[in-house]
């Protein structure tokens, strides 16, 4: 019996997307259907991340005319990766499996046929891999570099060029479930989860419509968000900074003591003070990191849910 599918779209700010990328979701979905590879019951949900412009309205209207696709409106805006989990723990009850895609389509829609190749051959995770970037501005290119290289040197399990394109089986769904956590990054966290997992190569493209909504700071704040939630590893580096900074300036005061007492001239009490200056400034830094996770700490204790749903068209 064909599996039941799922493929789940996050859309914010999309009123102008939605009509250009949904008909190339749809046309996918009827694509599989016929060739026997998903059942009939399979739908596109769509899922509105408390946009600010009419793109609940187009979802609406979406559904209307289609019950191939279903919606859930978020009641605020509470990130891609809540909108994600809001759409796959929706969908666990209805289906086997499930795709999440951005709605722009630049990633290749026919991956999923590879997808469900290895979802058919028993693995529960099958994860969309960027074998190019060459439609990415000069920026996307160089920030997506340092980050994978900074989650992998930091050992957080991300697999490299893995984003939010993949296919995710009902029990890794019911896995995601049961991490009851706030701070999470949800490409590393799926990574991480230990089931049979395999990787699907794909050309990124160019934006089928729209620009993106992610600027630099986006780009930095989701760089630290997904590092500080997988891995402990900077504290460790934290440590030994620490250690080498402090044999250092004991090493530099000795030395500065030493010559100024063979040759004088030298102002050891300036000298000393810029010393204790760049230690304060190492302090602050290590302040700042351990900060950081506290305020992870402080948001997970918070009983505060992930999103709320608004409405929903199915």
């Known amino acids: 019996m064909s599996a039941v599918l799922y493929i789940i779209v996050p859309c914010y700010n999309d009123e102008q997307v939605i009509p250009v990328t949904a008909p190339v979701f749809r046309e996918k979905l009827q694509s599989l259907i016929d060739a026997g590879r998903i059942s009939h ?20 209207r979406l559904h209307g005319q289609d019950a191939c696709f279903s919606a859930l409106n978020l009641a ?14 929706f969908a666990e009850d209805r289906c086997d499996c499930a795709v999440t895609a951005d709605s722009d389509l630049q990633d290749d829609i026919n991956a999923i046929d590879r997808m469900l190749d290895k979802y ?13 970037r060459d439609d990415d501005s000069l920026s996307e290119r160089v920030s997506s570099a340092v980050f994978y290289r900074t989650m992998r040197f930091f050992k957080t399990g991300l697999v490299n060029e893995h984003s939010n394109y993949r ?3 009902k029990k890794a769904i019911g896995m995601i479930r049961d991490f009851d956590r706030t701070d999470f990054f949800l490409p590393a966290l799926v990574c991480n989860l230990g089931l049979k997992t395999a990787t699907v190569p794909y050309e990124r493209r160019a934006r089928a419509a729209g620009k993106s909504g992610y600027n630099f700071a986006k780009r930095l704040r989701l760089g630290v968000d997904a590092l500080f939630a997988h891995s402990s590893a900077p504290l460790t580096a934290l440590t030994a900074a620490a250690v080498l900074c402090a044999v250092l300036a004991l090493a530099s005061l000795a030395a500065l003591i030493a010559v100024s007492v063979k040759i004088g001239g030298i102002d050891v009490p300036l000298t000393v003070l810029s010393l204790v200056w760049l230690f304060a400034a190492a302090l602050c ?7 950081e996770y506290l305020r992870k700490t402080y ?5 505060r849910p992930r999103y709320k749903i608004a409405d929903i068209a199915e």
């Open 120 to 132: 058919e051959e028993g693995f529960d995770l099958a994860l969309g891999v960027r074998s190019r």
């Open 299 to 303: 948001l997970q204790v918070q009983p």
């Open 167 to 169: 296919l995710v089986s």
């Open 285 to 291: 830094g290590a302040f700042r990191l351990i900060g």
């Open 76 to 89: 605020h805006n509470c990130g891609e990766q809540n909108a994600l989990l809001a759409g796959m723990f």
């Open 41 to 60: 019951e399979s739908r596109i949900l769509l899922v509105n991340d408390g946009s600010a412009d009419g793109t609940w309205d187009e979802l609406r």
